[in-house]
């Protein structure tokens, strides 16, 4: 099953507008979540990543915010631009056996019209 | 050149084939990892591999083998392709730890027809 849960699927943002994409997970061991952008024809990029024991991490226009106790974490990008209009994913993973895979969640396709 | 490198980029092949991906890295990283990647459903987890010779099944491994020829190769087999498993294929690695950064190839478009 889906072991990170990410809303919206899709999202258009005007130019200059706060894109907000939001993520779940259910597995409290999880502790680093990092966030992928992907481009048509790319595969994914890390963006932006964060550790449980902090509740918010930015970089340039990208924040992300991290609600331990909730286990849910967004990011926010300010001042969106059409250069920003991409795929994105949460994701998550998990100090045990699993070779430290990523779980993803589904993906958000974010459209910033100019 | 690219730190992940997949090929190739695009196949079409029939159904019953046999047919193999492959990838190769130059990042000296450990762990390699496959991932396949649908519309609406993400990145899921077919295979990893801590090295060599520590290969693991992730969550939809059922139809797919894998092979870890060297640190820096890992393929990707599909013993008899269904049409179901048309979709994107991306391989990925990562340094030993728990913070480091995923690097993903430019994935491989496969089609069965």
């Known amino acids: 099953q889906q072991q990170v849960k990410q809303s919206p699927q899709s999202l258009i943002v005007q130019k200059g507008g706060i894109s907000i994409i939001n993520c779940a997970y259910e597995?409290?061991?999880?502790?680093?979540f990092p966030w992928y952008q992907q481009v048509p024809g790319k595969g994914p990029a890390l963006l932006i990543a964060i550790r449980p024991d902090v509740s918010e991490k930015k970089e340039g226009r990208f924040t992300i915010s991290f609600n331990k106790s909730a286990k849910q974490f967004s990011l926010h990008i300010m001042d969106s631009q059409p250069g920003d209009s991409a795929t994105y994913f949460c994701a998550a993973t998990l100090n045990s056996n699993s070779g430290y895979a990523l779980n993803f969640g589904k993906g958000t396709s974010l459209l910033v019209t100019p | 050149d690219a730190d992940v490198t997949q090929t190739p980029r695009n196949r079409i092949t029939k159904t019953g084939k046999r047919i193999m991906l492959e990838c190769s890295q130059t990042?000296?990283?450990?762990?390699m990892y496959w991932y396949r990647q649908d519309p609406g459903l993400g990145l899921r987890l077919i295979y990893y591999s801590f090295d060599v010779k520590d290969i693991n099944k992730g969550e939809i491994s059922d139809g797919y083998s894998v092979s870890r020829q060297a640190q820096a190769k890992f393929s990707l087999s599909l013993e008899s392709a269904i049409p179901n498993q048309t979709a994107l294929y991306f391989c990925a690695t990562r340094a030993g730890g728990e913070y480091t950064e995923a690097f993903f190839g430019q994935g491989t478009r496969l089609t069965v027809v």
């Open positions: 597995n409290t061991a999880f502790d680093y």
């Open positions: 990042k000296g990283h450990d762990r």
